[in-house]
């Protein structure tokens, strides 16, 4: 079975751009949840989608919006780049079952000029 | 709010010594926690994990110790090997179906030949 795949890898843009991030889940899963990994911050929760609707959600501004798909392929936003957005971007699924384990994508690599 | 720490930010093993890294969580609902390991340029990988009902689970060369009396947690690797060279996580998942985990900083692992 395939794993959690993650696209792009890496991304360079600046400051005040918007950018898009990409996630496919595990086959057969329906939760896909983000987070934001830096080295000052560590590994921090953005939010959980399950059959298309979010159901858990951070600390994160508004700038931070995600949505997932029918195929259960998310995607996260984030508008108005600050410098401080520059973090490494993780994706996690699992079925959606009640204490399971979340897989892990290899990550989009963010840096923001 | 919630957290979780981990006690040593770096542990340096001899090759084929047994390795344990701590962790603690401070809320007590937490019903499920999670290892993962992490290389460089990698996503974390699922180790093994361990729910509140449980107070030890093993794997291949691994050990998870609960205690939830004083909400600690270790991961036990036994004849740590240079592959086991990593950055070493532990997760803990709140109570209900939530995919929101709360990460430790981390700990990494040196393995001297």
């Known amino acids: 079975k395939a794993g959690v795949t993650q696209t792009p890898r890496y991304l360079i843009k600046t400051r005040g751009q918007q950018v898009t991030l990409s996630c496919s889940p595990i086959s057969g899963h329906r939760s896909v949840s983000w987070y934001q990994q830096t080295p000052g911050q560590g590994l921090q929760f953005l939010f959980e989608y399950f059959s298309e609707t979010q159901r858990n959600k951070g600390n994160f501004p508004g700038r931070f919006s995600g949505r997932q798909f029918s195929n259960s392929r998310s995607e996260m936003n984030v508008s108005t780049l600050e410098l401080g957005d520059s973090a490494l971007y993780l994706c996690?699924?699992?079925?959606?079952?009640?204490?399971?384990?979340?897989?892990f994508g290899p990550g989009t690599r963010l840096l923001v000029l | 709010g919630e957290s979780v720490g981990l006690h040593l930010p770096t542990l340096s093993v001899q090759e084929g010594d047994n390795s344990i890294i701590n962790c603690a969580y401070s809320n007590s609902a937490s019903d499920y926690f999670i290892w993962y390991k992490q290389e460089s340029g990698k996503g974390p990988q699922f180790i093994i994990d361990?729910?509140?009902?449980?107070d030890k689970r093993q794997g291949q060369r691994v050990t998870v110790l609960l205690n939830k009396t004083v909400k600690h947690l270790s991961l036990q690797i036994a004849a740590t090997q240079p592959g086991d060279s990593a950055v070493y996580f532990c997760a803990a998942h709140g109570s209900g179906n939530t995919g929101k985990l709360i990460f430790g900083q981390g700990t990494t692992l040196q393995v001297k030949p």
């Open positions: 996690a699924s699992r079925t959606g079952q009640k204490q399971e384990t979340q897989y």
């Open positions: 361990i729910r509140s009902n449980m």
